[in-house]
């Protein structure tokens, strides 16, 4: 039986920056609008006002910084209807993290990967799928705020890594053809991570081409060696060896094996990733 619908988004920020109107339809927001938002989703629990002030014009507010900024809180409720709340302090977002799809996916990243490590790689797999779905172009688009549409991008990337690490382990587990292609989305957000390489290793001897897998460390192990004057992890290395003396096994279906150390224990190295160009979008 299927479980109760999402909540639907409120708050959109990985792509361009929109907000639910009056009918629920997402709007786009941008400029001032969206750093106040950005700043929000990064600190969804609230900003008191001088921070809220300082993260929306952060080359200098106005002279009536505090004026200015009711000012646009108040725009942004009158098309936004719900979506700010005030605080003691200063301003939160007025609707619950599941409404923000940030926060949706970093949730949905943590729930796969207890499914994942609890046997179930269907529900993992489905659940990252979904989160990945979320993502609609570069974070925080509409953003003049380069720190803030950084900071965002970074916390994006992070948790699509996440997903996409575990989805990779899912889709490996079910037998898949598409984790190969998880494990290459993978690469391309981390590409010195040594538990994303030894994914994409196993999805190619999983695949049949273990002749690539293990041209595949070679590449890896030399490119380390050459960026940070390291070799490939031991689990990563021990593989490689299974992989050449042919004791390398394929994956059992998942509901006849017992679980092995799930992707959040894999070692790993997770430099900062690549994002999407932003398209323009009208302003406040």
Do not use: C, K
């Amino acid at each position: 039986m299927p479980g109760p619908a999402p909540e639907p988004i409120r708050l959109a920020v990985l792509g361009q920056v929109r907000a639910a109107g009056p009918d629920g339809a997402l709007l786009p927001v941008s400029g001032l609008g969206a750093n106040l938002l950005l700043a929000l989703a990064l600190e969804p629990r609230g900003l008191s006002t001088a921070r809220a002030v300082d993260e929306t014009w952060p080359d200098g507010a106005p002279a009536s910084g505090r004026a200015a900024l009711q000012t646009l809180v108040s725009r942004l409720r009158g098309a936004h209807p719900g979506l700010l709340t005030s605080t003691a302090a200063g301003y939160a977002l007025g609707v619950p993290g599941g409404a923000v799809d940030l926060l949706r996916a970093a949730a949905a990243a943590e729930a796969a990967r207890s499914a994942l490590a609890a046997g179930d790689a269907a529900g993992a797999a489905a659940g990252t799928g979904a989160a990945l779905a979320l993502w609609e172009g570069g974070p925080g688009t509409g953003g003049t705020a380069t720190g803030l549409v950084d900071a965002v991008a970074a916390r994006a990337d992070g948790v699509r890594r996440d997903l996409l690490r575990v989805r990779a382990a899912a889709l490996l587990d079910l037998g898949d053809d598409a984790a190969l292609a998880a494990t290459e989305d993978l690469l391309a957000l981390a590409p010195l991570d040594d538990g994303a390489h030894l994914l994409r290793m196993r999805a190619l001897h999983a695949a049949g081409r273990s002749t690539e897998a293990v041209a595949a460390f070679g590449a890896y192990r030399e490119r380390l060696r050459e960026a940070l004057g390291a070799d490939p992890a031991p689990e990563v290395a021990a593989f490689h060896l299974e992989l050449l003396d042919g004791t390398a096994a394929h994956p059992a279906p998942a509901a006849r094996r017992r679980r092995r150390p799930g992707p959040s224990t894999w070692p790993r190295r997770t430099p900062a990733g690549a994002r999407a160009s932003r398209p323009r979008t009208r302003t406040w």
